[in-house]
């Protein structure tokens, strides 16, 4: 079972670039999100949806944006890219039925992004 | 709003030891609070989720308690070996309107468990 995939593993940006960051689930999961970690840091939430055509800011959105047109895909976008930018980003997705609880989050292996 | 600390950042152990990793939050309003490992390079592995109306969660050789009133929870490592070394971390699912699965992080416990 593939899981959660992010594309690309790796990648070097420009400042004033402009990349997706591609993020894809096939567990038919109604949640996803999308993080970032600073190194020794824990994660902060960028944007998260909870539906196709939902999303919601998170702790951290501002210089990214995001669009949920199917149940499987959740791409990040950064339009200008900054030094401030540099990262790794996580991608997760979870279930969460009416009237039930929260299932755990499931995570991609990430990407690693440096702008210069 | 809603912060979430571990302590200590780092831990290192010898292999057989019983260890406790410690998480405290500050709002105990909270859906859940889920404990994750995260292996160098890689994504975080999801190793147990306590709801809010319970008080422990176990799964093999680990087992984590949740105590709302005091905002802290406890992850045990029983007979630690070193494939357990890895960077654990705690995360809240804060409450309010609206359940959406977002979690609030803490810096997380690197844990080396030597041989």
């Known amino acids: 079972n593939a899981g959660v995939t992010q594309t690309p593993k790796f990648r070097i940006l420009k400042i004033g670039q402009s990349m997706t960051l591609q993020c894809t689930q096939d567990m038919n999961h109604n949640y996803m999100y999308w993080y970032r970690q600073d190194p020794g840091m824990g994660l902060k939430l960028i944007y998260y949806s909870v539906g196709a055509g939902i999303t919601d800011k998170g702790e951290v959105p501002n210089g990214y944006n995001v669009s949920r047109s199917t149940t499987e895909d959740f791409p990040l976008r950064l339009e200008l890219a900054a030094p401030s930018q540099t990262s790794v980003y996580f991608c997760?997705?979870?279930?969460?039925?009416?009237?039930?609880?929260?299932?755990?989050?499931?995570f991609g292996d990430g990407t690693r992004l440096s702008i210069l | 709003k809603q912060e979430v600390t571990q302590i200590p950042a780092a831990l290192s152990v010898p292999e057989g030891e019983n260890l406790v990793l410690n998480c405290s939050f500050t709002?105990?309003?909270?859906?859940?609070l889920q404990w994750f490992r995260q292996d160098p390079g890689k994504g975080l592995t999801s190793l147990l989720l306590i709801q809010s109306s319970q008080r422990e969660q176990t799964s093999g050789r680990l087992n984590a308690s949740l105590d709302k009133s005091s905002g802290r929870s406890t992850l045990y490592i029983a007979a630690s070996q070193p494939g357990d070394s890895a960077t654990y971390l705690c995360?809240?699912?804060?409450?309010?309107?609206?359940?959406?699965?977002?979690?609030?992080f803490g810096q997380g416990t690197t844990l080396q468990v030597k041989p």
């Open positions: 997760a997705s979870s279930y969460k039925g009416r009237n039930l609880s929260n299932q755990p989050q499931h």
């Open positions: 995360a809240t699912n804060p409450g309010g309107s609206g359940n959406t699965g977002k979690l609030i």
């Open positions: 709002d105990s309003a909270i859906y859940n």
